[in-house]
């Protein structure tokens, strides 16, 4: 059986461990918790605050911070990025995407962008080639037979702009798998309207 075959056939190893996600690293409320980390880099965007107030924003960041710190684990151990019950599983570096549906066809998200996200007058064409990366992730784990596979190059296409504040539907699959290569394709679109399409290259490597 050829490898193109073997990866058609689906996945048949388990997914690295760091990648099966949980639903409880965290408790119950650590969702609502990212959501405010969310809404403070929002606010953030659209703020020209005067000396004190800033000032006084920073003393209480600072104040957050420090608890956080302190009850820091290992990257691991985190909850952030392993909840697969939360949108972007609760990694608030990332576009907060949620999974529609996902299996050997590709991936397929629901992805609100937000104030944060804001380049000029639209999403900011990195965080679109987040997103893009992210899902591919996905895409490309649940073709791989062992391992997983990384970004080796991706291109976005700018074909319209892309807004914020409503929800855009993003769908990223395995075109073509050539022994260790898998070749990626995506698309985002508002609606009919297609916001952007990406080409990638991921690599299978063992996990490390
Ligand atoms: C669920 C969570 C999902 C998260 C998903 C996030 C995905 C990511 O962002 S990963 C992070 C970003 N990517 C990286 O950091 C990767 C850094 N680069 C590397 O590690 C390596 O260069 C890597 C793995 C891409 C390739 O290295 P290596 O395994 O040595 O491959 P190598 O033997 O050189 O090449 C294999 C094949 O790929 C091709 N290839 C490799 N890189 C490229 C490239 N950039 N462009 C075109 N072809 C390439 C080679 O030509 C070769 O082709 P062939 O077999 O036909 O001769």
Same mark, same amino acid.
């Given at each position: 059986?050829? $490898?193109?075959?073997?990866a058609?056939a689906?996945?048949?190893?388990?997914?690295?461990?760091?990648?099966?996600?949980?639903?409880? #690293?965290g408790?119950?409320?650590?969702?609502?918790?990212?959501?405010?980390? #969310? $809404?403070?880099?929002?606010?953030?965007?659209?703020?020209?605050?005067?000396?004190?107030?800033?000032?006084?924003?920073?003393?209480?960041?600072?104040r957050?911070?420090?608890?956080?710190q302190?009850?820091?684990?290992?990257?691991d151990?985190?909850?952030?990025?392993?909840?697969?019950?939360?949108?972007?599983?609760?990694?608030?570096?990332?576009?907060?995407f949620?999974?529609?549906d996902?299996?050997?066809?590709?991936?397929?998200?629901e992805?609100?962008?937000?104030?944060?996200?804001?380049?000029?007058?639209?999403?900011?064409?990195?965080?679109?080639?987040l997103?893009?990366?992210?899902?591919?992730?996905?895409?490309?784990?649940?073709?791989?037979?062992?391992?997983f596979?990384?970004?080796?190059?991706?291109?976005?296409?700018? #074909?319209?702009?892309?807004?914020?504040?409503?929800?855009?539907?993003?769908?990223?699959?395995?075109?073509?798998i050539?022994?260790?290569?898998?070749?990626?394709?995506?698309?985002?679109?508002?609606?009919?309207?297609?916001?952007a399409?990406?080409?990638?290259?991921?690599?299978?490597v063992?996990?490390?």
């Amino acid at each position: 059986m050829t $490898s193109t075959q073997q990866a058609d056939a689906g996945r048949t190893s388990e997914l690295p461990k760091w990648a099966r996600g949980n639903s409880h #690293r965290g408790g119950p409320g650590f969702g609502e918790l990212i959501e405010q980390v #969310r $809404s403070v880099m929002d606010a953030s965007r659209f703020i020209a605050p005067g000396d004190d107030v800033a000032r006084e924003l920073t003393a209480d960041l600072s104040r957050i911070v420090e608890r956080m710190q302190a009850i820091a684990v290992p990257v691991d151990d985190a909850a952030a990025d392993s909840r697969e019950d939360l949108p972007a599983r609760g990694n608030p570096s990332l576009p907060p995407f949620e999974i529609i549906d996902l299996g050997s066809e590709g991936v397929v998200a629901e992805i609100v962008f937000r104030a944060f996200h804001l380049g000029r007058l639209s999403a900011h064409g990195g965080n679109i080639s987040l997103l893009f990366d992210e899902l591919a992730g996905y895409a490309t784990m649940h073709r791989v037979t062992s391992g997983f596979a990384r970004t080796a190059f991706l291109k976005v296409d700018y #074909r319209s702009l892309t807004p914020i504040d409503r929800p855009l539907r993003a769908r990223v699959w395995v075109e073509e798998i050539d022994g260790r290569k898998l070749h990626v394709l995506g698309t985002l679109h508002d609606g009919d309207r297609l916001c952007a399409d990406m080409t990638a290259l991921f690599i299978q490597v063992p996990d490390a």
